[in-house]
């Protein structure tokens, strides 16, 4: 069996913004696995956030591909991997889970869904980022993805200037579904002032308003909000997720940083039992990370999912999208190929 990786940048067409910076290249690193000439993939996004970088991809692929010894022996992978290095380097971790689960889809000649055993269901509509930017490029950004189709917009917000975006939004966009993320940026106080604000933009939902640690002021902002308060920010391992339903009305799932597409259902399944909604997001990543996440969409409330679409220079083709519909791959694996 062999274990092989490659690094590489992905580049979005345009900067792509949020409270905490603005960046334009994006280091990712592509896992192979190769047993019995079948193959399967899986990619790793490292952030910063999550203390992840580039580097430290590169430097901890050669510790713990040595983790993958059988491609069907998935829960002795997540406790290998945890011995290796418990609750770190969560993308690295997603790479490899990646490269067996479609690796054992391959083999038996299924869509991951279905080796699963998942639903069938439609994946919601996925939202489509405007990112932090000025005024005008904002506006920009909402005239021409309505104008592509989209339904559905995920406003970046956390400055100082986040009602002046939220009225200037709704002037251009009037009749879009906006939700807005803070990513974390906010005050207690903050946030308060911004709940009418942001019912009078008619915004669906509310993504991680304050600090990730937060809990506190978090369960207080939500008996005091009119819209759903989704964690993301917050959620860190598939552990975290029981507590958080104390603060939150839902929480966003990433595969890069829980650790997988195993450790997504994991959590997804965690989440219905304590009462939460769940949105499937992801992060700027190629079109194979993007159909990993759309194998769970279809049992989520929430989509967003356009990491991707942001992308100037997308090494991987097979998914399917009208505007923010993205149609579940249905070819053997994650049902992506290489460009």
Known sequence: MSVSWETLDLHTAHPFGIARWTHSVYPRAIVT??????????????????GETGVTVEAVLPLLAPALEDPWDWDGLTARLGARMPHHHPSVK?????????????????????????????????????????????????????????????????TDRDEAILTALREEVPDV???????????????????????????????????????????????RAALPIVADESVHHVSDVPALARAFDGVNLKLAKLGGPLQALRALRLARAHGLSVMMGCMIESSLGISAAAALAGLCDWADLDGALLLADDPFA?????????????????GVHRI
Request: glycine share 8%; hydrophobic share 45%; charged share 20%.
């Open 33 to 50: 696995l190769d047993h019995g000439g079948v193959r399967g993939s899986g990619e790793a996004a490292p952030n910063a956030f999550y």
């Open 94 to 158: 997603c790479a490899l889970e990646m490269a067996a689960v479609e690796w054992c889809a391959h083999a038996v000649e299924l869509p991951v869904w279905r080796l699963l055993g998942l639903s069938a269901s439609p994946i919601p509509p996925s939202s489509f980022t405007v990112s932090l930017a000025d005024l005008p490029a904002m506006r920009d950004q909402a005239r021409t993805a309505v104008a592509q189709g989209y339904t559905v917009l995920k406003v970046k917000l956390g």
């Open 177 to 223: 579904t906006l939700r807005v993320d803070a990513n974390a940026a906010w005050s207690r106080a903050r946030a308060r002032r911004m709940l009418g604000v942001l019912e009078d933009a008619r915004v669906e939902l509310l993504e991680q308003p304050l600090a990730a640690a937060d809990l506190d002021g978090h369960a207080e902002l939500r008996a």
């Open 318 to 334: 097979g998914l399917e999208w009208t505007a923010g519909h993205l149609e579940r791959p249905t070819a053997p694996g994650w």
